[in-house]
């Protein structure tokens, strides 16, 4: 019985070792950005966000299938001059959803997506 309780403890310790080093290793996603920009899911759809840097060395990104309750995000690089930003809400029956021009690339820009798949809506928040 000892040996199994230490055996346990050795695991835990290791375990919460192995998460505390992927933890700290982790490199902060603006550590070569200019800004960040950043979306949270209140919706009930799912979202597709693209990124298209422009001037940047850095290639273009999207980010898919992100569902209500979800936050997500990406750096704005530091070479990049402008970025088109685009959005899709999946399955949205009536209408394009408009998506935020960016003009300041060196601070944070954060929205918040809301409604239905018929009615969705981006506005901007307080980062």
Not at 29 to 56: M, P, Q, R
Not at 63 to 85: F, S
Not at 96 to 111: G, R, V
Request: with cysteine; charged share 15%.
């Amino acid at each position: 019985m000892r040996k199994t309780k230490r055996s346990m403890a050795y695991s835990a310790a290791t375990l919460l070792l192995a998460l505390g080093g992927t933890a700290v290793t982790a490199a902060p996603a603006s550590a070569d950005s200019a800004g960040h920009i950043g979306f949270h899911n209140s919706g009930w759809f799912l979202v597709k966000t693209c990124y298209k840097w422009e001037g940047s060395t850095t290639p273009d990104s999207c980010d898919d299938n992100k569902a209500i309750g979800t936050d997500w995000g990406v750096g704005i690089p530091a070479d990049a001059t402008g970025v088109r930003l685009t959005v899709l809400v999946h399955g949205q029956a009536i209408g394009d959803l408009e998506a935020p021009q960016i003009t300041d690339l060196k601070s944070n820009h954060c929205y918040e997506f809301s409604g239905y798949t018929w009615g969705p809506s981006l506005t901007e928040k307080q980062c």
